[in-house]
């Protein structure tokens, strides 16, 4: 008979399954929709995975390109404009509380921004609010609430006037 193992070694290869298991869970959740480090994070901690076993995980989703913050940010940023056209400002904060690092955020702002102006979305978002009944100074809240300059505003309600 061979050898009983160590606690140490039992405990590897307890620490091991573990992190295969993450692993699996991971890439079902990913398969799902494309989602952010921190949030996968979350959402693996909330199954009850250990802390150190969720971030034992990252590296082994990262080198097989499964999870990339870049790409979360630039699909979460071609939906969520097409749903809700927003603000430079406003995109750029709502990515960071998505767990996306400033410069991942800025990169995939500046892509989005090459395809579309800000006074697009301005547009876009001023004619959605004015279909549901929203007033000239209600508009301009609103807008400024989004984010969008003053002068943007100004501008964007100047050109959305002159259209009527």
Do not use: I
Not at 47 to 55: A, C, S, T
Request: hydrophobic share 35%.
């Amino acid at each position: 008979m061979g050898t009983r193992p160590t606690d140490e070694q039992y405990g590897a290869v307890c620490f091991a399954c573990r992190c295969y298991e993450a692993e699996c869970v991971a890439v079902r959740l990913l398969a799902r929709s494309e989602t952010s480090a921190q949030q996968l994070g979350f959402k693996l901690l909330k199954r009850g995975f250990e802390k150190r076993v969720v971030e034992s995980v990252f590296p082994v989703l990262k080198r097989y390109s499964w999870l990339d913050d870049t790409r979360f940010a630039r699909a979460w940023l071609r939906n969520r404009v097409d749903s809700r056209p927003a603000s430079r400002a406003q995109l750029l904060g709502e990515l960071k509380r998505r767990g996306v690092s400033h410069a991942d955020a800025e990169g995939a702002l500046d892509l989005l921004f090459q395809e579309q102006d800000e006074e697009t979305l301005c547009l876009r978002l001023l004619e959605k609010l004015r279909r549901r009944g929203y007033g000239p100074h209600t508009l301009q809240r609103a807008l400024q609430r989004r984010q969008f300059s003053p002068s943007l505003v100004r501008r964007c309600l100047a050109v959305e006037t002159e259209g009527a």
